[in-house]
């Protein structure tokens, strides 16, 4: 069984930066790719980046890409979401997951074995 808990959420302008860390609890963490997702108002769930198990590969939608960092601590169970230049787009409310493969995170719905509770990002312009 592998918690999830998302923190690091808030209000920001455009053009800002947060950084979103999850905690884990439970050692089953280190084997899972970890992924960041996030659901929009009356929008679907959609994949934002996701981290292979070791930290040595990572993933993005097109529409992060160059702007958001996924990293991870296997040593300290948490992984995190560098969010830079930030859009009113990017308003949401973001989630992290614990997945069996990337391509689970990648389809559509994305598909993980467990999810945290999610944290909101606002970003006014």
């Known amino acids: 069984q592998v918690q999830l808990v998302e923190s690091g959420g808030g209000l920001v302008q455009a053009g800002g930066s947060l950084r979103l860390s999850c905690a884990a609890s439970?050692?089953?963490?280190?084997?899972?790719?970890m992924g960041w997702f996030r659901q929009a108002p009356g929008k679907e769930r959609e994949f934002v980046a996701g981290?292979?198990?070791?930290?040595?590969?990572?993933y993005y939608s097109d529409s992060v890409k160059g702007r958001f960092t996924i990293t991870r601590d296997n040593a300290n169970l948490t992984v995190y979401l560098q969010m830079n230049s930030l859009k009113p787009e990017d308003t949401a409310v973001y989630y992290c997951?614990?997945?069996?493969?990337?391509?689970?995170?990648?389809?559509?719905?994305?598909?993980?074995?467990?999810w945290g509770q999610g944290t909101q990002v606002t970003v006014s312009s």
């Open positions: 981290i292979s198990y070791s930290g040595g590969t990572t």
């Open positions: 997951a614990a997945a069996a493969g990337i391509l689970l995170m990648t389809s559509t719905p994305p598909r993980a074995s467990y």
């Open positions: 439970g050692r089953k963490f280190v084997t899972f790719p």
